[in-house]
């Protein structure tokens, strides 16, 4: 694969070291041997460390390739602050940063890894596509709870909050570390309240910042939204409230009130499945789709629809949405908008504002590589911030230039993911076996296959056998984890 820098001559020659001649004696090198006695300066005397970027983007929805290192568009600001820094790398610890790409599924890509034909050492990818479900369960992967005499993982303002590392975790060991403060980087979160404030505007319907200012955005105030943002009067296209899947209305409305799937006890662990919590979201969100099933837009169940209602065909004042969409689609093709978080229930905390992680993208170091020292040391280097995004300050700023008009509205889109529930869905084969399951077909009504709504003690009643059989498989044996991360 074409190795996408530009180098100088001097810099090629001193990285055509082989990695095979550098490790002759795998089991006697390790990083202190890099580190000169006099100096104490880390010296990796030219080693080239090969690595694969998965091709595609899992927040940012970019394609990942030659021109677009780490799906930053070549040729802008995030591009070249990337590349920057893997130069100042390479100059700082005398090594090269060799990029390809690894366009392979999972299996795949575990069955090139046990035939030994693997040539990259280190990897970029979505943590759900690769790192946790298929490489870190079969072994290939490196534990970086190892290696912590070479990068910080503990450092939560660099790799983010035990909600995050959980994504990057198996079994209690973590397998990845993903860079948090890179812009458009943060884990993929669920859901982003964006308003097309032309249409609020024209048929005067409440304006969301309002209810936070006042403190107030709250299940009653969503309500009035819902209730009051639609208008079927002599429009040739009906104007909707809401643009959303009907189940991630169900589970924000849970984790706005406290929900949580599995907490460690010392007698093993609790849920709140079941839990009263959770029943008063189901319910609330059964009557709010019972008495306003007309202010939604149709839902499909299918993500793509539910943004194309909002971008394309402008019909809805809201859109229940990630972030990565906003970045990528809303910016281009809305031209008026604000944004807002999901509103806290009766039993949540006011203002930590409810959302649903799913992915992040994460740096991981094969075992079949010889130098996982060196290799965590460039990792932990390349995690910090960018050059001219050091600080939060830094990215707000970006934001409210970039991507949305108010600082308040930077604020809600740049901190979404860290209140966030991690969602367990990658654990799912079927639309019938995972956790997400518990929101898709538990608490759904009905809205995408068109049957009426089930009563919900039958619902909850087909679900109670399922999900504490997919705790105690998935969730308890990670509790170790949360030790490693501190609070």
Known sequence: MKNIFKKAAALAVAGIMSVSALTACAQEVTLLDFIEADTGKTDFDGYVCKLGMYTLSDNTGML????????????????????????????????????SLIDVDGDVLAAQLFA??????????????????????????????????????????????????EMNAVNGDLYAVSPITWMFKQPRALELIVINEDLRSKYNTPRIQE????????????????????????????????????????????????????????????????????MEAAQFYY?????????????????????????????????????????????????NYSVAPFPTGPRGEYGKWPSAIEATESFSVFNTGENPEANFTIIDRLCDPLEGFETEEDRFEYLSTNVVFTIEDAEYAM?????????????????????????????????????????????????????PALIEEFIVPNFPVYELIPN
């Open 64 to 99: 990942i390739d030659e021109n677009n290192p780490f799906g930053y568009k070549e040729n802008t600001e995030l591009a070249d602050a990337v590349l920057a820094r893997i130069s100042d790398i390479e100059n700082d610890l005398n090594c090269s940063i060799e990029l």
């Open 116 to 165: 030994d034909s693997v040539k990259q050492e280190v990897l970029y990818s979505p943590s759900h596509a690769l790192t946790r479900k298929y490489l870190a369960a079969a072994g290939y992967l490196e534990k970086v709870n190892n290696y912590g005499d070479y990068i910080d993982y503990t450092n939560t303002e660099k790799y983010g909050e035990i909600n995050i590392q």
């Open 211 to 278: 209810y936070i200012e006042n403190g107030v955005w709250n299940w009653d105030s969503f309500e009035e939204f819902i209730a009051n943002s639609s208008n079927k009067d002599n429009e040739e296209t009906p104007i909707y409230s809401l643009s959303a899947r009907g189940f991630d209305v169900a589970k924000l409305l849970a984790y706005g009130n406290g929900f949580v799937l599995a907490t460690e006890t010392a007698d093993g662990y609790v849920t709140d499945f079941g839990a009263d919590n959770m």
């Open 287 to 335: 009557d709010l789709r019972a008495k306003y099933s007309e202010n939604f837009a149709p839902d499909t169940g299918d993500w793509v629809d539910v943004n194309e209602h909002f971008i394309d065909l402008k019909d809805s004042v809201a859109c229940l949405t990630a972030a990565s969409i906003l970045y990528n689609d809303i910016v281009y093709e809305i031209q």
């Open 415 to 467: 901190n979404l993911y860290k209140n966030g529930m991690y969602t367990h869905w990658v654990f799912s084969d079927s639309a019938e076996n995972g956790f997400d399951d518990l929101w898709r077909a538990g608490i759904e009504d009905g809205a995408v296959d068109g049957d009426k709504p089930r009563a919900l003690s039958v619902v909850m009643e087909e679900l109670k056998n399922i999900y």
